[in-house]
């Protein structure tokens, strides 16, 4: 696929997709919401990528939100049809499109929040793994200043992530802040210095191509993405005893243990596209409606 908006790059086994509208702060739009998701399942069908950073070009911003000034005009925040059903396809927001996309990923995902990140710049952040930010990073969930309410699924991620109390105050303020409370408040899990955001994330993503099995690592996605959601744990204990009995008995737990004994770095065989367990995805799809 030819990009227009985003630039994707793989590289020893990482892969790298960057926002590019540096000139409008890298504002989402349809398009750059198109093409993230076309290089999210290419990324996902290539078992040679083991992980996924996510950055913005340039150094002022990783996202400065939805564009307000689309070019050519157009409506902003939502499908310009007018439409009475709202289980109409063309209600659905573009920025939960994405994080559904991202949060369906096999890929660990990593953000290098690399400036400022407003709007849907954060709130797709909120289904990647690690998020890391540099320290003239600045976020804000605006959208009770701009007469909306948050998006990209945000009220199911949020709380989650930062707890109940801390994502109403900075939804109910919509104020912009800086790293330093971002990392205060659970949003991210450090700070560094801009010139040094993206070897700190290749340095986690090399940690995890160079000593982890794909399919493990796809595997304890899903799970801890999916099981904590659950009304009790035996839920978790059913998909972890399935996983551990299969798994156990594969390739990639052979060569797990071989290498630990023989103290080498191991050559995992198994690959995502088509060695995950029988009983994987365990979970009904949802569906809008």
């Known amino acids: 696929m030819n990009y227009t908006q985003i630039l994707v ?3 020893d086994g990482i892969a790298t997709i960057t926002l590019n509208r540096p000139e409008k702060m890298n504002a989402f739009t349809r398009v750059m919401m198109d093409e993230i998701i076309a290089a999210m399942d290419d990324i996902d069908a290539d078992d040679d990528v083991r992980a996924v950073i996510f950055t913005g070009q340039g150094d002022r911003a990783f996202c400065a939100g939805a564009d307000l000034t689309p070019e050519g005009g157009g409506h902003v925040f939502s499908d310009p049809t007018p439409v009475d059903d709202l289980s109409d ?12 996309r991202l949060f369906d990923s096999t890929k660990p995902l990593i953000s290098a929040c690399n400036g400022v990140a407003v709007g849907v710049g954060i709130t797709m952040q909120l289904a990647m793994d690690i998020r890391l930010a540099s320290d003239n990073a600045r976020y804000g969930f605006v959208f009770a200043r701009r007469g909306i309410v948050p998006e990209a699924c945000s009220s ?15 939804c109910y303020t919509g104020r912009v ?28 993503a ?4 160079d000593n982890t099995s794909a399919i493990s690592v796809a595997m304890t996605r899903a799970m801890m993405w999916r099981l904590p959601s659950g009304d009790h744990p035996m839920d978790a204990h ?8 299969r798994l156990s008995r594969g390739a990639d737990a052979k060569e797990g243990i071989a290498s630990f004994l023989e103290k080498r770095n191991p050559a995992y065989p198994g690959k995502v596209s088509q060695d995950m367990p029988d009983f994987y995805p365990w979970w009904d799809e949802a569906k809008y409606r």
């Open 206 to 209: 090399r940690e995890i191509a």
């Open 156 to 170: 199911w991620f949020l709380p989650r992530i930062v707890g109940i109390s801390q994502a109403l105050e900075w």
């Open 9 to 11: 790059d793989k590289a």
């Open 89 to 100: 396809e063309r209600v659905r927001d573009g920025g939960g499109r994405l994080t559904l």
């Open 238 to 245: 059913r998909i972890d005893s399935k996983a551990i009995y």
């Open 177 to 204: 802040f800086d790293a330093a409370e971002a990392k205060a408040g659970g949003l991210v899990r450090s700070v560094h210095p801009q010139a040094e955001l993206m070897d700190v994330a290749r340095g986690l």
